[in-house]
């Protein structure tokens, strides 16, 4: 399986930007445009809410209702690494965001990175 470590998170205002990362190794006989990669966050007392996903070459993305226009997912398969570009926060948008990547419907998770919105 393949090893996820996220960071980027952090205390932002409302209205500010962050950009997570999603740094993939542990590789074996596959790299990383083998696999499909997601975002996903959870806030304290809610359900892990889907964010954004990627195809394996990065040519097609889609994205949450909650985050649609705000927030831009891309990945650079040559240096085993996703992207996750968050404008315009808002007061919604805090909890410990996940990448996960997904192959032959096996899904690996991070260990998560916290994203704070606060003025």
């Known amino acids: 399986q393949v090893h996820l470590v996220e960071s980027g998170g952090g205390v932002v205002q409302p209205g500010g930007s962050l950009t997570l990362s999603c740094a993939a190794s542990?590789?074996?006989?596959?790299?990383?445009?083998?696999?499909?990669m997601n975002w996903y966050r959870q806030a304290p007392g809610r359900q892990r809410e889907f964010v954004a996903a990627?195809?394996?070459?990065?040519?097609?993305?889609s994205d949450g209702d909650s985050v649609k226009g705000r927030f831009t997912i891309s990945r650079d398969n040559a240096k085993n690494e996703m992207y996750l570009q968050m404008n315009s926060l808002n007061l919604e948008d805090p909890g410990v965001y996940y990448c996960?990547?997904?192959?032959?419907?096996?899904?690996?998770w991070g260990q998560g990175t916290q994203v704070t919105v606060s003025s």
């Open positions: 542990g590789f074996t006989d596959f790299t990383l445009s083998d696999y499909a």
């Open positions: 996960t990547g997904v192959r032959c419907s096996r899904r690996s």
């Open positions: 990627i195809t394996r070459a990065g040519d097609n993305t």
